[in-house]
């Protein structure tokens, strides 16, 4: 599961300054429309991306949005078992689009989604993410090749 620092230094090296650097803190702080506190916050005291930058990393460095928000919820969550389901949705969010395609993927999340608000035990996030890949496993399950 990649963190926050992970995702910066990904940002960094993909946004390099002109003579070939990586990018300063400034410059990350001016591709994601936060301060430089914000940036070195991050960087030294381990905070994480709320879901409004996360999305923006992820438009930054072409990942899929549910992976970059799935392992800020990782990386923030305080319980061991809701840290192992957001790290289950980050991974599978990486395979669901190798192996569907990104539209069937997301067409899944959606659907994950909007079956969320009947699941009272976790946050509707967490909810989500456990429905999600549970679909995806019958989705795999039944679009697997039998074995012979």
Known sequence: MRTT??????????????????????RLAKLLSIT?????????????????????????????????????????AR???VKKVWQSAAAVAVVAVALLGADQAVQLVEYASAAAPSL?????????????LALVRVFLTVKSPSRA
């Open 5 to 26: 620092r992970d995702f910066l230094r990904e940002l960094s090296l993909r946004y390099p300054m002109d003579d070939g650097r990586p990018a300063t803190d400034y």
């Open 36 to 76: 430089t506190t914000a940036i070195s916050r991050y960087q030294n005291h381990g905070g994480t991306f709320g879901d409004d930058i996360a999305l923006r990393v992820a438009e930054l460095l072409g990942e899929k949005p549910l992976h970059v928000l799935a392992c800020m919820n990782a990386e923030r």
């Open 79 to 81: 319980n061991e078992a």
């Open 120 to 132: 009272y035990i976790m946050s509707n996030a967490a909810a989500a993410a456990l429905a999600a």
